[in-house]
Nanobody, 126 residues
Framework: QVQLVESGGGLVQAGGSLRLSCAAS????????MGWFRQAPGKEREFVAA????????YYADSVKGRFTISRDSAKNTVYLQINMLKPEDTAVYYC???????????????????WGQGTQVTVSS
């Protein structure tokens, strides 16, 4: 059973940076796609970024390109989301998710992911 535990959220001023971590366990993740999603109050959960564990290919939502960087550390079974130049509109609960890599092209969709973490709160003050 896949378990995902996020950490690294917090309260930060606009323009600051955070690095979120997602510790993964329960599987060998070399055949997984790992994603980050976020959900702001009153809004639907939205895709942020994803990484294919096997080759490190990355995918980003247009709204975060250039500010967010997803990466993985295979030795630690951990996925990271580096967030720079934070904006108040980045305020949300950030979720880590895992999907079996079956070669689909829509890993920006919630339904591709079968395992989710509990989320970590990111709050950006103006």
């Amino acid at each position: 059973q896949v378990q995902l535990v996020e950490s690294g959220g917090g309260l930060v001023q606009a323009g600051g940076s955070l690095r979120l971590s997602c510790a993964a366990s329960g599987r060998t993740f070399s055949r997984y796609v790992m994603g980050w999603f976020r959900q702001a109050p009153g809004k639907e959960r939205e895709f942020v970024a994803a990484i294919r564990w096997s080759d490190g290919n990355t995918y980003y939502a247009d709204s975060v390109k250039g500010r967010f960087t997803i990466s993985r550390d295979s030795a630690k079974n951990t996925v990271y989301l580096q967030i720079n130049m934070l904006k108040p509109e980045d305020t949300a609960v950030y979720y880590c998710a895992a999907a079996a890599d079956r070669g689909y092209s829509d890993y920006d969709r919630n339904y591709r992911y079968g395992a989710w973490g509990q989320g970590t709160q990111v709050t950006v003050s103006s």
